[in-house]
């Protein structure tokens, strides 16, 4: 009986069961570095914002319609030519 005991708390843990927690833990960096990749390009390279209000989303897509990028900014004091005919308003049909 003390044999037997013995034999088990000195038994080594075969390395084969440890791979797929290290493909799993590989697997989830993989995606994580790829997921915080793609949003710094979204972003443009700059941090992402949180909390926006109205406000800051009309700016944003004020932004966008001028640079082209969603968080892009210039600055210009005047507006680039056809600015003035790039309305965000969208005009509903006139019912008569």
Known sequence: LRFAE???A???VPFETLIPYGIMIAMFGVT???LHVIKGIQ???KKPRWGL???DRVMMD???RLTGDLRGQVGNHEAPPGFELNNPWRLEKRIS
Do not use: V
Request: no cysteine; glycine share 22%.
């Open 62 to 64: 004020r932004d966008r």
């Open 43 to 45: 972003n443009g390279g």
């Open 53 to 55: 209000d109205q406000w």
């Open 6 to 8: 013995r034999s088990l």
């Open 32 to 34: 994580g570095t790829g």
């Open 10 to 12: 000195t038994m080594p």
